[in-house]
């Protein structure tokens, strides 16, 4: 499979408890991105890497969450002391440097309980 | 502040039905606008259109881009259930290559 793979699949943690999760792109796009889904409403951005380089970041990324691309390859969203308001579809998606057609992997449902 | 408007939020019909969805944008350095089939998992690719009246087909699904009017369409003819699904609709933005998605169209299509 040369999709988007992200894992975990699924995640229920406590609240206060920290959470990480990985993305790892298309072999060959250099950019990716992280964006976050709730329940009747469509993707919302949160950021954007261009190879090891995080370009932009939301509004929405509070101070408790941080996104990394050590090498290039592949990347982590960690959520530090999760609130139930943080329970949602977190995808991953990745495009080449000209950006056309961002293709998008299966997500990771984060419950927060 | 960009934004990305679809209707209807939702539409029931009926198989071999015809459906048409809107969407609607504005937003700033505008550079194409993407189609997205969603399932209860990950948006999949379905169209990018970035001319004006340039019709882009795929088997029974056809969409179009007015960017003199900020709209776009997605007709699916001979409805089947499964095209049941919402379907997002998404401006892409030109500098950073980011997407700004809409709510989505609820699709559900009755045997």
């Known amino acids: 499979d040369t999709g988007v793979s992200q894992n975990p699949r699924h995640k229920i943690t406590k609240r206060g408890q920290n959470v990480t999760f990985r993305c790892d792109p298309i072999?060959?796009?250099?950019?990716l991105y992280w964006y976050r889904q709730t329940l009747g409403q469509g993707p919302e951005f949160l950021t954007y890497?261009?190879?090891?380089?995080?370009?932009?970041k939301s509004r929405l990324l509070s101070d408790r969450f941080s996104a990394e691309r050590p090498k290039g390859s592949f990347s982590t969203l960690e959520i530090q002391r999760t609130e139930q308001g943080d329970s949602a579809m977190y995808l991953c998606?990745?495009?080449?440097?000209?950006?056309?057609?961002?293709?998008f992997g299966e997500g990771s449902w984060l419950t927060v309980v | 502040e960009d934004k990305v408007v679809q209707s209807p939020l939702s539409l029931v019909v009926h198989e071999g039905d015809t459906v048409t969805l809107n969407c609607s944008y504005e937003?700033?350095?505008?550079?194409?606008l993407l189609w997205y089939k969603q399932e209860k998992k990950a948006p999949t690719f379905l169209f990018m259109l970035?001319?004006?009246?340039i019709e882009k087909k795929s088997g029974r699904l056809s969409s179009i881009l007015d960017k003199k009017e900020l709209f776009s369409i997605l007709n699916i003819t001979a409805t089947q259930t499964g095209d049941s699904a919402v379907y997002l609709c998404?401006?892409?933005?030109?500098?950073?290559?980011?997407?700004?998605f809409g709510k989505g169209t609820k699709l559900s299509v009755k045997p």
């Open positions: 998606a990745s495009s080449h440097f000209s950006g056309n057609t961002i293709y």
């Open positions: 072999s060959e796009h250099n950019r």
């Open positions: 890497f261009q190879n090891e380089a995080q370009l932009e």
């Open positions: 937003v700033t350095n505008f550079r194409s």
């Open positions: 970035t001319s004006s009246g």
């Open positions: 998404a401006a892409l933005l030109g500098s950073q290559g980011n997407l700004i």
